[in-house]
């Protein structure tokens, strides 16, 4: 007996197999969207949340700070201890708490006032306090709370002083190079304190001033160091220093002899010297040579009669000159009668 099967069922579960496996496939893909799909929902939900926290009003702690810029540096406060910063707790919507993170508050300043007596104060009353908060706050803000309602200084007279400045410096220049002239301006200044700060301070120093290898002159502005409670119309100071490229005279000079008693007479061997002078270039044409004067002092030769040779000296040296070299250093000398 012959059995007749067919394959057709076979090839058609078959096909049946292959769709059914596509349909795996596709259904894997659309799984394998769905956690991006989820990030755009969770990120759509963030946006709407935060936009709906900005518009709803939101409580929190605030600070203003209290500036005394109005404050005279001839008066001080006579109560020390104010309190410099204002602490709000304010109810505003979400977007202005950002607002006041970014931008900040800016300081409220205590205006200078005067009494019928012509005393000066600072002052802000309840209400001019109350308008400035607002002026720094949103219109939709509330104030729930805050630490000071209204300010009243009472100012005192400072002490006054003049002192010198000080410059403090290390300053160094290149070989071939002179520091010519350092000033100041001011020289002084008038600082105002309490009594017993200002009797103790003799001068004002300015901040350190390092600078290494000058060739050239030096204009800079420094800062004075204040003592703690002194004040000063200027915290600053204008350091110029001068400095030129240094040139060489040489002149050859008779010697002059010092203290030789009436009836003597005192002789140099050899009878010149050669000086050799630096100084600075804008000085060349100021340098004489009336203005070189070599010396040998006979009162050198007393209590020493093994004593062969002087030191010779220049007298009354320039004040400009950097250095001075002599040829020679010092001479034998004869001392003879007249």
């Known amino acids: 007996m012959k059995l007749k099967l067919s394959t057709t069922s076979f090839k058609r579960s078959k096909k049946i197999d292959k769709k059914s496996l596509g349909g795996g496939k596709r259904r894997q893909k659309r799984l394998g969207t769905s956690p991006l799909t989820f990030l755009v929902f969770f990120a759509l939900a963030s946006a709407f949340w935060v936009l709906n926290r900005m518009q709803t009003k939101l409580s929190r702690e605030l600070d203003i700070a209290v500036s005394l810029k109005a404050l005279p540096l001839s008066y001080s406060v006579e109560n020390h201890y104010f309190q410099d910063t204002i602490h ?14 970014i931008n900040g508050l800016s300081p409220i300043t205590l205006p200078l006032r005067y009494d019928k007596n012509n005393r000066p104060y600072l002052a802000l009353s309840k209400e001019e ?68 700060v200002l009797d103790t301070l003799q ?23 204040l003592p703690y409670g002194v004040n000063c119309d200027s915290d600053e100071v204008l350091v110029n220093v001068e400095v030129e490229e240094l040139t060489e005279q ?89």
């Open 88 to 101: 709000l707790r304010v109810l505003d919507l979400g977007f202005q708490h950002i607002r006041y993170d």
């Open 203 to 225: 001068a004002l120093k300015s901040v350190y001033l390092e600078n290494q290898g000058l060739t050239t002159s030096l204009s800079q502005k420094l800062k004075l160091a």
């Open 250 to 338: 040489v002149f050859t000079c008779p010697i002059r002899k010092l203290n030789v008693p009436e009836g003597l007479s005192l002789i140099a061997l050899p009878s010149n010297v050669v000086v050799r002078m630096t100084l600075p270039r804008s000085y060349h044409t100021d340098l004489r040579e009336a203005d070189i004067i070599p010396t040998i002092d006979y009162k050198a030769t007393l209590g020493d009669k093994e004593l062969s040779e002087l030191k010779v000296v220049l007298k009354d040296c320039p004040k400009f000159i950097s250095s001075v070299h002599i040829e020679p250093e010092s001479v034998q000398f004869v001392v003879e009668k007249k």
């Open 129 to 196: 306090l109350k308008q400035e908060i607002a002026m720094r706050l949103s219109p939709t803000a509330f104030v729930q709370r805050q630490s000071v309602e209204s300010y009243h200084l009472d100012l005192e007279p400072r002490k006054k002083k003049k002192v010198p400045i000080k410059l403090q410096a290390d300053l160094e220049v290149e070989s071939g190079y002179a520091i010519v002239s350092q000033t100041l301006i001011p020289d002084s200044v008038v600082v105002y304190g309490e009594r017993s």
